[in-house]
């Protein structure tokens, strides 16, 4: 129950489109769902994050969807670029709790 | 956000040694770091939380014996990998916890090699 699901493991996408990155989660106390961007050899970078009680958050090219109902969001980058290639993680937490789960990442090459 | 960093970036060591790794919050003082674990290709493994001024909370399975955390400060904790073997070879990485909602803001990670 306190698994988050990411899919897919890897994508690939064309220069300008868009990226899609899903993420399941059972335990329905999270309250709090952030996704980070990884470069390799570097730490995880906070990129969004959004509570549930908005169903979509934006910011610049990227942004999440959250479906409560689901128990799914997901994270969109529009107008994907070659410097977006990364590994990125979805997670969630409850609030107070501290501990974020992790999804298992997904790598996204953008090809120019 | 949180400016975390972390020292050394890399460290190559002969096995059955003990290496130290530096995890500092520069501007902002962490009541709770956290400590992970990345091995290539996977997602973190939250290995410890490190809690100033008291013993930190190892996860299950993490042997708080060979891995030694020392939070002293609000600014600075760290994590001791003790007579390291080649299996601790891995991507060390700390957060710490700034702001709304527990965010996380993660250092820069270490590169631990164990020959």
């Known amino acids: 129950q306190q698994q988050v699901k990411q899919s897919p493991q890897s994508l690939i996408v064309q220069k300008g489109g868009i990226s899609i990155i899903n993420c399941a989660y059972e335990?329905?106390?999270?309250?709090?769902f952030p996704w980070y961007q990884q470069f390799p050899g570097k730490g995880p970078a906070l990129l969004i994050a959004i509570r549930p009680d908005v169903s979509e958050k934006k910011e610049g090219r990227f942004t999440i969807s959250f479906n409560k109902s689901a128990k799914q969001f997901s994270l969109h980058i529009m107008d994907s670029q070659p410097g977006d290639s990364a590994t990125y993680f979805c997670a969630a937490n409850v609030q107070g709790a501290q501990k974020l789960v992790f999804g298992q990442g997904t790598r996204l090459t953008i090809n120019p | 956000g949180a400016v975390v960093s972390q020292h050394p970036s890399w460290v190559i060591c002969k096995s059955g040694t003990s290496v130290k790794i530096e995890c500092r919050s520069l501007?902002?003082?962490?009541?709770?770091m956290f400590w992970y674990r990345q091995f290539p290709k996977q997602s973190l493994m939250l290995m410890a939380t490190s809690n100033e001024g008291s013993k930190a909370t190892y996860e299950q399975g993490v042997e708080k014996d060979k891995f030694l955390i020392n939070h002293a400060s609000l600014t600075l904790s760290t994590l001791t990998v003790t007579s390291a073997h080649p299996e601790d070879s891995s991507f060390y990485i700390c957060s710490v916890i700034a702001g709304w909602a527990d965010t996380q803001y993660f250092g820069p990670g270490t590169r631990l090699t164990v020959l």
């Open positions: 335990n329905t106390a999270f309250d709090y």
């Open positions: 501007d902002f003082q962490a009541t709770t």
